[in-house]
Every structure is written in structure tokens, then in C-alpha cells.
């Protein structure tokens, strides 16, 4: 299935190339190849989770939903076109390391083109979500984005995360996975999958957290991290964040 979204963006960090990367569809091609192979250990994710029920109504997943982070009201809802302005103020407040990590090459600018791709996704079929807090003066702010990107086959896609500088260690990424995994699962995916630096160990234990299965990068210190859609009981992370 050709994958339509407009994002052209790799979703996470790219650790295995420093240099701006090939076009999506082979980026995309190499992904879906990488998840649906076996492992030299034999680790395929394909079968290594258990199958998703069939696809249920994940209309209530993508309602808005009220939740507390440090103390304070934040709302999780889905990114829209209307977004595109609290996107690029929120880019404009990421260092270059949360930019490396995120993007995985130097983005400098956050284009009105760019912005307006990674808010105005197909919800339906990839799901953007952001954490947003209402400031003094009425305006919503965004702190945290998490989405996931259908790969070539349909049946997985690839998930990226990034929360403020200053919002961090309060549960907003650990939020977004398990709202992305209950989505993905209303959807009949099995699991999720990233790429993640060997060393971005908040990211790590996030997914570690929801029963994740890392399989090292040969030849780059990175890790693909394998995420099922079965949250497990002991996650402290069942209901709906
Ligand atoms: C990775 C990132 C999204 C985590 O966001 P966050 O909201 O701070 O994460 P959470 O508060 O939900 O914490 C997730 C886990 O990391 C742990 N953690 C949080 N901060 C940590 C720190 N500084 N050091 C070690 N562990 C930490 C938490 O305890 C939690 O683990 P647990 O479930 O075992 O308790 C954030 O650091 C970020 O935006 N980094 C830059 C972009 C990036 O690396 N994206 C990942 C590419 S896919």
C-alpha cells in the first residue's frame, strides 16, 4: 500500500546516517523489510506479539481527553491544521540536541510547509497527537508531540516523541505511547516500532515500560524498539491516559 502521508520527515531519530536521508519510499521499503525479517536471533515482530483483535471503533481514542502532568490541567488531543502556529513556536523552543534526537539531522527552520504536513496528517489512517496547556492569556501552548506513521505494509507503523525541555520526567511521552498503542491496536496492529539512540534511555524505559523488545542497530549505536499494542497489566498504564 503506497503510504500517503505528507510528513517527508523520518520520524525518529535517524542514527544510522548523518546526511539528509534517501526519498521516503525508500526509507519506508528499508523499514517495512528490517520489521517483517527475522533477526539473526530470530526475533521476528511480525510474530513475536500476539495478534490484535479486529478493528474496533477507536472513535473514543481520538476524543480529547483532560490529563494532570506536574500538577497542572493539560489536554492530549489530536494536532489539526489550526495547529500549524502553536507547531512552529514549539519547534522554535527545541534545542539542537531535542532536535538531533527527534529529526536525527539539523533542522533549522520550521517551515510554514513543513508545519503544515505535520499537523494536517490523515487521522484516520497516521495519528499526530500533542499535549497542550492553556497559558494565562487564554492561548493553548504545545508542549509534546507523539504520532505514528503507517510503514509499507499497513500492518505496523513507526512512532516518534518530543516533549519540552521543561516538561520532561513528568509522564507526558509514557501518555503518548500508551494513547498511540491503544489506538493502533483499536486499528488491529499489533505493535509499533521506533528507532531510538542507544543511549535515550527515558525513551528506553518508556517503551520498556509498555513490553517493548529492543533488537540493536548492526553497526550503529541504536536500537530498534519493538512495541506491542497488548499493553501489559503491570505497565501502571491500562486505561486511557
Ligand atoms: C524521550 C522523551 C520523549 C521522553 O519524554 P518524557 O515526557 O520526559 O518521558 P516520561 O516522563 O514519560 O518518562 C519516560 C520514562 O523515562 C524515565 N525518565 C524520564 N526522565 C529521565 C531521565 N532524565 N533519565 C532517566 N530516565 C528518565 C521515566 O522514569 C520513565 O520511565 P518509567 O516508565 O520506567 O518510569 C523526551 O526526553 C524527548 O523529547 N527527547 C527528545 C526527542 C527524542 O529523543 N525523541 C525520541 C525519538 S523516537
Given amino acids: ?25 525508500a526509507r519506508r521499503a528499508r523499514v517495512a523489510a528490517a520489521s517483517a525479517a527475522a533477526s539473526p ?23 480529547p481527553r483532560a490529563v494532570q ?31 538531533h534526537q527527534r529529526y536525527g539531522y539539523r533542522i533549522s527552520e520550521m517551515t510554514h510547509e513543513r508545519a ?22 487564554g492561548e493553548e501552548v504545545l508542549h509534546a508531540v507523539g504520532r505514528y506513521l503507517l510503514d509499507a505494509t499497513g500492518r505496523s507503523a513507526e512512532m516518534a516523541f518530543v516533549v519540552r525541555e521543561t516538561k520532561r520526567g513528568l509522564g507526558i511521552c509514557t501518555a503518548l505511547v500508551r494513547r498511540l498503542l491503544l489506538i493502533a491496536r483499536a486499528r488491529g496492529m499489533s505493535y509499533l516500532f521506533a528507532q531510538v ?10 517503551f520498556r515500560r509498555h513490553g517493548g523488545r529492543m533488537r540493536p542497530i548492526p553497526g550503529a549505536d541504536a536500537t530498534e524498539a519493538f512495541v506491542p499494542t497488548s499493553i501489559p497489566s503491570g505497565s501502571g498504564s491500562s486505561g486511557l491516559p
Fill in 69 to 99: 502532568f506536574g500538577g497542572h490541567s493539560h489536554v492530549i488531543r489530536l494536532l489539526g491544521p489550526a495547529d500549524e502556529g502553536r507547531l512552529i513556536s514549539f519547534f522554535n523552543s527545541h534545542t539542537g540536541e531535542t532536535i
Fill in 197 to 206: 539512540q542507544a543511549d535515550n534511555t527515558p525513551m528506553l524505559a518508556a
Fill in 1 to 25: 500500500m503506497a503510504n500517503k502521508n505528507p510528513d517527508p520527515e523520518p520520524l525518529a531519530r535517524r542514527v544510522v546516517r548523518k546526511r539528509r536521508p534517501p526519498p521516503r519510499s
Fill in 41 to 63: 536471533a530470530g526475533f521476528n515482530p511480525l510474530t513475536a506479539f500476539p495478534p490484535a483483535p479486529p478493528p474496533q471503533d477507536d472513535a473514543p481514542l481520538l476524543e
Fill in 116 to 137: 503544515q504536513r505535520l499537523v494536517g496528517v490523515d487521522q484516520s489512517r497516521d495519528v499526530a497527537l500533542g499535549v497542550f496547556e492553556r497559558a494565562t492569556d
